[in-house]
């Protein structure tokens, strides 16, 4: 399966700073998805992408499909508690039809 | 409300047993997919369906089985062949496959 590399693995945050992740991967996607993921349950979409150097924006969190098409970021202003959770990147590699990837999660914990 | 529900929450597989996880969605969505994660991983495909009728085996279907007789329902067994089951499975469905997905909130499944 494709391989999409997320950094960092593991972030330790003050409430209140600014977080920035990443997710690369060798092939060009069309698209990126951002999910966050509580404890137990369900990923839930946060941020879609759909075209090179798109910044979307929902509420605190921003994020960017990359230029060159194989990578996106995705940044958190001012954080608060309730961003604790593991956040993947996903979407479907240009090559291999419809299937989507997910990456490998960045698990964020904020410290009040 | 809309949405997607999985059940049960928590399922407990005796060894060479067949189980079966249900899916069900209301979002009159086509697409629907199972996906395995397991501790500190992301998300693999097991299979997915495009639409009634059709469906396709992901990256990791051997040991499982699905059907999609109803375009609400997805169903997916994990087999006795299955000989690591244990994990968190998650289903999820899409507008048509190269939407963006949207989960339920996941089947615990142990081995006793």
């Known amino acids: 399966g494709q391989q999409l590399n997320q950094s960092p693995q593991s972030m330790f945050i003050q409430e209140g700073e600014d977080v920035s992740m990443n997710c690369t991967s060798s092939?060009?996607?069309?698209?990126w998805l951002w999910y966050k993921q509580d404890p137990g349950e369900g990923p839930v979409l946060l941020i879609a992408?759909?075209?090179?150097?798109e910044l979307t924006s929902n509420g605190r969190l921003t994020a960017q499909f990359g230029i060159t098409r194989k990578d996106s970021f995705l940044n958190i202003s001012a954080s608060i508690p309730s961003d604790v959770g593991i956040y993947f990147c996903?979407?479907?590699?240009?090559?291999?039809?419809?299937?989507?990837?997910f990456g490998t999660g960045t698990s964020l914990t904020v410290i009040p | 409300d809309g949405g997607i529900t999985q059940s049960p929450k928590y399922l407990f597989r005796k060894e060479g047993q067949n189980v079966t996880l249900s899916c069900e969605q209301n979002?009159?969505?086509?697409?629907m997919y199972w996906y395995r994660q397991d501790p500190g991983q992301g998300l693999r495909l097991i299979y997915y369906?495009?639409?009634?009728?059709?469906?396709q085996k992901g990256d990791i279907a051997e040991g499982y089985s699905v059907s999609r007789e109803k375009k609400e329902s997805f169903p997916l067994t994990v087999t006795s062949a299955q000989k690591n089951p244990t994990a968190f499975y998650l289903c999820?469905?899409?507008?048509?496959?190269?939407?963006?997905?949207?989960f339920g909130d996941g089947t615990r499944l142990s081995i006793l």
């Open positions: 092939s060009i996607f069309n698209t």
């Open positions: 996903a979407g479907p590699p240009a090559n291999t039809g419809n299937q989507f990837y």
């Open positions: 369906s495009q639409i009634v009728n059709d469906f």
């Open positions: 999820a469905s899409s507008g048509t496959i190269n939407q963006p997905q949207h």
């Open positions: 979002l009159n969505h086509d697409a």
């Open positions: 992408l759909y075209k090179a150097g």
